[in-house]
């Protein structure tokens, strides 16, 4: 009788046992999927992260560049370019104003946002990121640049704060030149390069 009893006992724990060995795995089945969605640590819905190829960041549209450049540094009441612009009547004036209204430029959307010390950031979702280096080249202008949107600050603060990111320092100077240790690789345009060193 004890023996039947012991031999119920260990073929039920045996049972229970594998029965939580298969939850086990069906949750860690379930884990994978969750860390295998397009993310970069930000939530899977609000359209910021990196591309396929790891390299630099995605931004569908300007609430999400804000919520990307918030992760770095600070990037305060968003407006339209358009708001921004009427409503503006300091020294410093953010970028972009009558670029963003050019087609030559590929700017889809324009919007500015204020760092911490109450300066503007312009915030661009660029369309054509080909048609903006080529821009950016005959402007001889630099950004900071994701794979479809460029960041504009005009706080030296912010900029390094932004070093921290995954944004690359877009140039066509034909005169740049980085330091060693620095990454440096060729734009979209013949003779536009970007590079993780962000010069003043």
Known sequence: MRIRRVL?????????????????DDDKKS??????????????????????????????NLASITYYVNKFTSC????????????HDGDKTAWGADEAADPSWGIKE?????????DPVALLSVADMKAFQTAAKANNEQFLVGQDFAVIPVGSQVIQELQKSELLFLTCDPDFSAPSGFQKSPGLVDGCVLTNYFSS
Not at 13 to 23: K, P
Not at 32 to 45: R, W
Not at 76 to 87: E, H, I, M, Q, V
């Open 8 to 24: 119920v006992i260990g073929t039920a724990l045996v049972a229970l046992a594998a029965v939580a060995g298969c939850g086990n």
């Open 31 to 60: 884990g994978d999927k969750t860390s295998s969605s397009p993310s970069d640590g930000t939530s899977p819905s609000d359209g910021t992260g990196q591309d396929a190829g790891g390299g630099l960041p995605k931004a569908a």
């Open 76 to 87: 305060l009441d968003l407006k339209t370019g358009a708001d921004y612009d009427a409503n």
């Open 110 to 118: 324009r919007g500015v946002c204020s760092d911490g010390s109450g």
